[in-house]
């Protein structure tokens, strides 16, 4: 299939001379082409630049073309949402309550709720019925323009639950336009029965489950929540050293509640990410801009735990490649919009429009692992394209709270068209 995208008001490339993820005002240099056009074959993307351009390169092509009038609109990569809890049972609109009732979200754990709720949850469901509900989730995400998410597992907690959960986003993966990454994360919590015997569980963890899931091929990156009361800075290194041994690449929840040098850590195992960072140390920051760890920020966790948002604007000018994220789960930030996401970067984090849109396309790619893939258009990338119903890019976040995705193309084919999924 060919299809030209023609005349859009602004096309954002994010094509830039500087490889890997951005840094500092690389991260602001979005690479706008106006009034462009941009040819797609098959799932490829073939060309970008005025549609005059085209006609002189690709006049065979544009013979047989689907042709996309992009008018007074805005085209980009589609959206990478790199941290998503994405497959799991149930709901928890009640510890929601309870927090607006002063409960805190560590209390509600320590309890016996939260992570451990939901894997109750996550237990009790059958693979069918995980898959059903995480689809739907899906095509949510997809409506709001996001053509690759990150899946993490972490609700089953034992190995016959761990692996239903990355069964299912390897099925979806297969099924479902979006493209689905999988992180092992098993150590997301302590089983209760577990308490008092930790180690215990991450020895499991380390002999047994990494190793079938690499055996397995399920999962690319191995992900720890490093808090106090839950993974200690010790176990999280062990576990991710493993996971290392073991062609995981690490990725750490770190420095989410209480600073807890996890930040270090992530810098110290060289992990792909630390995430979270809301409590971020001075010099962890600076070691993750020494060693080039992305900083994967999640600010609806901030805003829905009312936690401090992480110091984003510090660490771009610290030199820190950023990432933003929706961190999707059912406890600390239940929402699939990533463009309402971007809007409390901008706000609450100090983020320019630009350094926004830079993390959540290429520096989210980056984040895993397919900067190379996606992220950005470029000729030979994979032709992940969006269409948004605004004049210019900017609009994007002056209309906050609104979700102005109008097509999306997902590896050369229309799957979303006139916020309609196909
Ligand atoms: N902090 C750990 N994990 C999730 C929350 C999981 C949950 O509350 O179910 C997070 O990233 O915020
Ligand atoms: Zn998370």
Redesign the pocket.
């Known amino acids: 299939m060919t299809i030209l995208i023609k005349n859009a008001n602004e096309v954002i490339t994010f094509k830039s001379v500087a490889q890997g993820p951005r840094i500092k005002e690389q991260m602001q240099d979005v690479a706008i082409i106006p009034y462009g056009s941009v040819l797609i074959e098959n799932d490829r993307i073939v060309a970008i630049g005025p549609f005059t351009q085209l006609e002189v390169d690709y006049p065979d092509l544009l013979t047989v073309a689907e042709v996309i009038d992009a008018t007074g609109k805005v085209v980009m990569p589609g959206l990478v949402d790199c941290h998503t ?1 994405l497959v799991h049972g149930g709901t928890r609109e009640q510890e929601f309550n309870m927090r607006l009732n002063g409960s805190t979200y560590m209390d509600i754990m320590n309890a016996g709720g ?2 451990h709720a ?1 894997t109750k949850q996550t237990r009790e469901a059958s693979f069918d019925e995980l898959y059903g509900k995480t689809l739907r989730h899906l095509d949510v995400f997809l409506k709001h323009g996001i053509t690759t998410v990150e899946a993490k597992s972490g609700y089953g907690l034992d190995w016959e639950n761990e692996r239903k959960q990355l069964e299912v986003a390897k099925k979806l993966h297969a099924t479902h336009a979006i493209d689905i990454v999988s992180t092992f994360m098993g150590a ?1 919590a302590v089983p209760r029965d577990y308490k008092g015997r930790e180690d215990e569980f991450v020895d499991i963890l380390v002999d047994d489950m990494l190793p079938k899931v690499a055996e397995l091929g399920l999962a690319e990156f191995n992900d720890v ?1 490093c808090e106090k009361g839950v993974f200690t800075p010790e176990q999280s290194r062990r576990i991710l050293e493993a996971g290392k041994a073991l062609q995981l690449t690490p990725k750490i ?1 770190a420095d ?1 509640i209480e600073p807890y040098k996890g930040a270090e850590l992530a810098a110290e195992v060289g992990a792909i990410s630390a995430e ?1 960072l809301l409590v971020a140390s001075d010099e962890g920051i600076q070691k993750m801009a020494a060693t080039g760890t992305i900083a994967v920020l ?1 600010p609806g ?1 901030a805003f829905f735990l009312r936690a401090p948002f992480a110091r984003g604007r510090l660490m771009i000018d610290e030199g820190v490649p950023v990432a933003i994220s929706t ?1 999707f ?5 239940p929402t699939m919009s990533l463009p309402f996401i971007m809007n409390l970067a901008c706000m609450h984090m100090g983020m320019t429009l630009e350094e926004v849109l830079t993390a959540t396309t290429i520096n989210a790619a980056y984040a895993l692992n397919r900067g190379h893939q996606i992220g950005s258009l470029e000729v030979g990338k994979q032709a992940d394209v969006i269409m948004l119903d605004v004049a210019n890019y900017k609009q994007l976040q002056y209309f906050y709270g609104m979700n102005h995705t109008h097509t999306v193309i997902k590896n050369g084919r229309i799957v979303v068209q006139d916020g309609i999924l196909l």
Do not use: A, K, Q
Request: aromatic share 6%; no cysteine.
């Open positions: 809890h939260g992570i939901t997301h929540f929840h989410e979270h999640l966790t961190d789960n059912p406890g600390s930030s």
